[in-house]
């Protein structure tokens, strides 16, 4: 699937938390539910391993119906900050689980209008299990998947009108949406017999008839005898556009970070664009101003530093002609040591001496050949030192003042430090 043309959408299902407690975690091998948008129109559904999502330009991450509580809150008009801290105690009488370990996004434009500042107001609020969300995100991630969303499985269905109630059916689970922010999720036993619990929400709701979506759509068609009711297959697995009305929990430490992690939701434009490439554009300009600067301050110490060089040669060395002051000193010094009858560190008879030295500790009789080349001497053995004792010479030829590199073949090469 990974060399197909990417598709405009995908819904990604989770699976049910319950079914979960016997993983140790989720990885890019758990199967989920799926369906597809594709870039024509066509939806399909399916089911695969995560690592085998098909690629798409948007991912919509959709958990079970049971395993997000869903509500509406009187909760005071506060900064989002504020209010992502009094939201666990707003909510602690009505979660079974700790608030502590739960997730809790909110839905600010759900708000009633109208309502005075700091004064209290239905607020739709989500809530997940932390850990849940960050082990499904981690599955996500590993796969090189990233949700642009993340909401309940109700939003996969249209809201419900005066006489239809929509149900969605997959994987042996089925999800009816009975309100804006209300909903309820149960099984589908083997037998496809009615649900108690969608027979209370046929009653409660007194709706005529059931608009079936998802790849199991047509097992409750099969219930519509013993529900009473007509059950039709809608179309399509499951209404695209009603997911606009989704409380996203990706938000808070789970929202997607950056400037341009969702340009849809933030609507940029060249005119929202200016002030950030402005104040880009002028830190541009200012690095580059100090770059040239510094390296034309660096060239001219460069050229200090060389002309001191040539004036020390020249006053050392009157008759010599100048063309490297540093190799041509470094010779001088020789040649003058050599007339005053002093060896140089990198004569022959000087470095054959220390080399000696150096080999005190290696078998007797493992040197087959010394080539002397440039005040460096190339030795060869009859068999490459292993590694512990080219470490040993190594270490040796430092505390001696000397340089000492092996080649590929194990051929070592002395010079003295600096020669």
């Known amino acids: 699937m990974k060399g197909e043309k990417a598709a405009a959408r995908l819904w990604v299902f989770a699976p049910p938390h ?49 395993d997000v509580f869903q509500s509406e809150v009187a909760a005071p008009r506060l900064s ?18 700790d608030p502590t370990q739960c997730h809790i996004a909110f839905q600010p434009d759900g708000r009633a209008s109208g309502k005075a500042a700091g004064a209290a107001a239905a607020l739709p609020v989500a809530a997940i299990d932390r850990g849940l ?14 949700p642009r969303a993340a909401y309940s499985a109700l939003y996969v269905l249209p809201q ?17 949406r009975t309100g804006m922010h209300e ?9 496809d017999e009615p649900p108690a619990a969608l027979r209370l929400a046929l009653r409660g709701g007194a709706w005529k008839r059931i608009r079936a979506y998802g790849p199991q759509a047509q ?66 300009a200012v690095f580059l101003a100090g770059m040239n600067g510094y390296w034309l301050k660096l060239q001219s110490e460069a050229g200090e530093l060389r002309n001191r060089m040539s004036t020390a040669f020249r006053s050392a060395f009157a008759d010599a002609e100048m063309v490297d002051p540093i190799v041509q000193t470094q010779r001088e010094l020789v040649r003058l040591r050599a007339r005053v009858g002093q060896s140089s ?30 005040a460096a001497l190339r030795v060869k053995f009859k068999a490459p030192p292993d590694a512990s004792l080219q470490n040993q010479l190594r270490a040796q030829a430092v505390q001696r003042g000397l340089q000492l590199r092996f080649d590929a073949d194990g051929t070592a090469n002395v010079s003295t430090t600096g020669g």
């Open 345 to 374: 560190a990198g004569d022959f008879t000087a470095l054959n001496a220390q080399v000696s030295q150096l080999l005190a500790a290696a078998p007797v009789g493992i040197v087959a050949a010394i080539e002397y080349r440039d």
């Open 219 to 284: 097992r409750l068609v099969a219930m519509a005898a013993s529900l009473g009711v007509p059950v039709e297959a809608a179309v399509r697995p499951l209404d695209a556009d009603a997911s606009e009305a989704a409380i996203n929990l990706l938000q808070g430490s789970f929202a997607r970070s950056g400037m341009l992690a969702d340009a849809s939701r933030r609507h940029l434009t060249l005119r929202t664009l200016k002030a950030p490439l402005i104040w880009g554009g002028i830190a541009a």
């Open 80 to 97: 989002e900050t504020k209010l992502r801290l009094a939201l666990p105690n707003l909510l602690e009488d009505r979660l079974l689980a």
């Open 160 to 176: 419900p009108d005066a006489d239809a109630l929509p149900v969605f059916a997959a994987r042996n689970r089925l999800v009816a």
């Open 133 to 146: 969300l960050n082990r499904l995100l981690d599955a996500l991630a590993a796969a090189g998947e990233r």
């Open 183 to 191: 909903g309820m999720a149960c099984d589908i036993d083997e037998n």
């Open 18 to 66: 319950r079914s979960l407690t016997s993983t140790a975690r989720l990885s890019e091998a758990t199967v989920v539910g799926y369906v597809v948008l594709e870039a024509g129109g066509e939806m399909r559904a399916g089911e695969v391993s995560i690592a085998l999502l098909p690629r798409s330009q948007r991912l919509d991450l959709v958990f079970d119906g049971s």
